[in-house]
Nanobody, 113 residues
Framework: QVQLVESGGGLVQPGGSLRLSCVAS????????MAWYRQAPGKQRELVAS???????KYADSVKGRFTISRDNAKNTLYLQMNSLKPEDTAVYYC???????WGQGTQVTVSS
């Protein structure tokens, strides 16, 4: 069972930036599609962005042009660069691997002045 450990969350002002990281244990990180989800209080968990093993990316409409998902296969690490953050981006952000239905523990992102 893979372990996914997120980091990089925190409190940021509107318009600011954060970069989330997710380190995966085990081997063969490069062959798996990965994704970031988020869950705001009182709302369902939603897909934010995904990246295939080949590097193809997809984004939720709400974050297009502001967020960038990427991966460093040599470091077994998934990233989410978040720019122009808005209060509505406040949520717990989770790293996810579809194969094995594996989730990280989540990292809190709070956008507030």
């Amino acid at each position: 069972q893979v372990q996914l450990v997120e980091s990089g969350g925190g409190l940021v002002q509107p318009g600011g930036s954060l970069r989330l990281s997710c380190v995966a244990s085990g081997s063969f990180f490069s062959i798996y599609a990965m994704a970031w989800y988020r869950q705001a209080p009182g709302k369902q968990r939603e897909l934010v962005a995904s990246i295939s093993s080949g590097g193809n990316t997809k984004y939720a409409d709400s974050v297009k042009g502001r967020f960038t998902i990427s991966r460093d296969n040599a470091k077994n690490t998934l990233y989410l660069q978040m720019n122009s953050l808005k209060p509505e981006d406040t949520a717990v952000y989770y790293c996810y691997r579809n194969f094995g239905d594996s989730w990280g523990q989540g990292t809190q992102v709070t956008v507030s002045s």
